[in-house]
C-alpha cells in the first residue's frame, strides 16, 4: 500500500500532466449542461443531444473566450484559480442551452416556409 502523501503528489502530477485547466474546462462544462438539463427538460432525444453538445461547447468556447478577453490565463498557476476558471466556464454554458432551443423553436415553427418568407419573417421580427 502506498503512502497517502506520494499517492496524492501523483495524482496531483497526473492532473497537471493532463491540463489543469483543461480538466476545469470539462468539469464545468458538464456540470453547465446537467444544470441546465435538469432546468428545462428537452422534449425528444435528439434535443437532449444537441443540447448537450451546445452546452459543452458554449462552456469550453465561451469560458474560453472570457478567459482570453480578459488575460486570465495565470490563473491556471494556481489551485483556487482554476476552481475560479471553472466557475466561469461553468457560467458561460448556462445560455447556450436556451439560445439553441430558441433557434430551433424559431425554425420548427416555419418548418413549411421557403428561406425568403423565413427571411420576411425575421426581418418583421427585428424591426419591430
Not at 489543469?20 to 437532449?48: D, F, H, N
Not at 466556464?89 to 418568407?117: H, M, Y
Request: aromatic fraction near 8%; hydrophobic fraction near 50%; proline fraction near 4%.
Amino acid at each position: 500500500m502506498s503512502e497517502p502523501i506520494t499517492s496524492g503528489a501523483a495524482s496531483m502530477a497526473g492532473w497537471k500532466l493532463l491540463g489543469g485547466a483543461a480538466g476545469a474546462s470539462a468539469i464545468g462544462a458538464g456540470l453547465a449542461s446537467v444544470v441546465v438539463m435538469c432546468v428545462t427538460t428537452p422534449r425528444s432525444p435528439k434535443e437532449w443531444a444537441v443540447g448537450l453538445i451546445s452546452t459543452v461547447v458554449g462552456s469550453i468556447g465561451g469560458g474560453a473566450a472570457v478567459i482570453q478577453h480578459y488575460g486570465l490565463q495565470s490563473w491556471a498557476q494556481e489551485p483556487m484559480g482554476l476552481v475560479a476558471m471553472l466557475g466561469l466556464v461553468f457560467t458561460c454554458g448556462l445560455p447556450a442551452w436556451a439560445l439553441v432551443r430558441w433557434l430551433f423553436n424559431f425554425i420548427e415553427r416555419r418548418k413549411s416556409q421557403d428561406l425568403a418568407e423565413v427571411a420576411a419573417a425575421l426581418r418583421k421580427e427585428l424591426n419591430k
